[in-house]
């Protein structure tokens, strides 16, 4: 049971790049989630797909878009790399939003120069 | 929107000592949840809590929803104590849109 995967683990971006960062959970979740860390600060959620085929914005949502491919995968993509998306991503899965713990991913570090 | 604050902001302990983490948001909620973040990054959840008290350990936690806080409970802090710990919340109403508080940062000495 590998729980939340992401890959990759680190990336760096030049400005204007694009990329997508993927998140797999195994756990039969049904509410995914992903958030961005800035250092020394608490996460901030970007989108979240509270079941599958159904996405919404969290509190910082400009500058990406996100894929519920089904319901064990949730993608962020960043189409147009701003030094401001340099950051720790994180994504987290729960059986039910609002009802359960989240577990979270091991994190992307995104670079963007 | 909603506000989470927490306090200390940092907390430097013996080894041994006990501590009160606190958490306070500023509207009624339908989720809270207490997280550790490793000096390694990894998050880990400790305690799922909208209301009540929880014991897992050495670690407890008890909110009062109607007071809109929540006390995380350290007790014989250990070294892997140290990291950050968090406070997060859900509202429910207007979607499952979850806020961090900006953490509690906590070094254990030996």
């Known amino acids: 049971n590998a729980g939340v995967t992401q890959t990759p683990k680190f990336q760096v971006l030049k400005t204007g790049q694009s990329m997508t960062l993927q998140c797999a959970q195994d756990?039969?979740?049904?509410?995914m989630y992903w958030y961005r860390q800035d250092p020394g600060m608490g996460l901030r959620l970007i989108y979240y797909s509270a079941s599958e085929g159904t996405t919404d914005k969290g509190e910082v949502p400009n500058g990406y878009n996100v894929s519920r491919l089904n319901k064990r995968e949730f993608s962020l993509r960043l189409e147009s790399a701003a030094p401001s998306q340099t950051s720790v991503y994180f994504c987290?899965?729960?059986?039910?939003?609002?009802?359960?713990?989240?577990?979270f991913g091991p994190g992307t570090r995104l670079t963007v120069l | 929107g909603i506000q989470v604050e927490q306090s200390p902001p940092d907390l430097i302990l013996q080894e041994g000592a006990n501590s009160t983490l606190r958490c306070n948001f500023s509207?009624?909620?339908?989720?809270l949840q207490w997280f550790h973040q490793n000096p390694w990054g990894q998050l880990i959840n400790l305690f799922y809590i909208p209301s009540g008290t929880k014991q897992n350990g050495r670690l407890s936690a008890t909110t009062v929803a109607t007071e809109r806080y929540s006390l995380l409970y350290i007790s014989s802090s250990q070294t892997t104590d140290s990291g950050v710990y968090f406070c997060a919340v859900e509202r429910g109403t207007g979607g499952f849109k979850t806020i961090f508080g900006a953490g509690t940062r906590l070094f254990v000495k030996a």
């Open positions: 987290a899965s729960t059986r039910l939003a609002g009802a359960n713990e989240q577990f």
């Open positions: 509207d009624s909620v339908n989720n």
């Open positions: 756990m039969n979740h049904n509410s």
